[in-house]
């Protein structure tokens, strides 16, 4: 399970939205937006979570050393994302 949810995204023919299968959601669906939340948030945990890793090996230890290291993983985090046609542009 990747970002919360398994599955491919579909189209429900009866709603025509975009949906994903959701297995924390009693077993029915998420709507397309929802799972952008849930993308950017993990995005968000996953840069932080670099950026306190990198700290901790390079031994950053100065405030602006750290926010660059900070800036420099956000912007890592969102290209990559960018790259697999993940963005703000195509919620729904």
Known sequence: M????????????????????????NGGYMKSKEIFSTVFAKAKDLANEMTLYNTRVKRLVK???????????NR????????????GSNRK
């Open 2 to 25: 990747l970002f919360g949810f398994s599955g491919p995204l579909r189209k429900n023919a009866s709603k025509n939205q975009s949906v994903a299968a959701c297995d924390h959601n």
């Open 76 to 87: 890592a985090v969102r290209k990559m994302l960018h790259e697999r046609g993940i963005d």
């Open 63 to 73: 405030q602006k050393k750290i926010e660059k290291e900070h800036v420099d993983n």
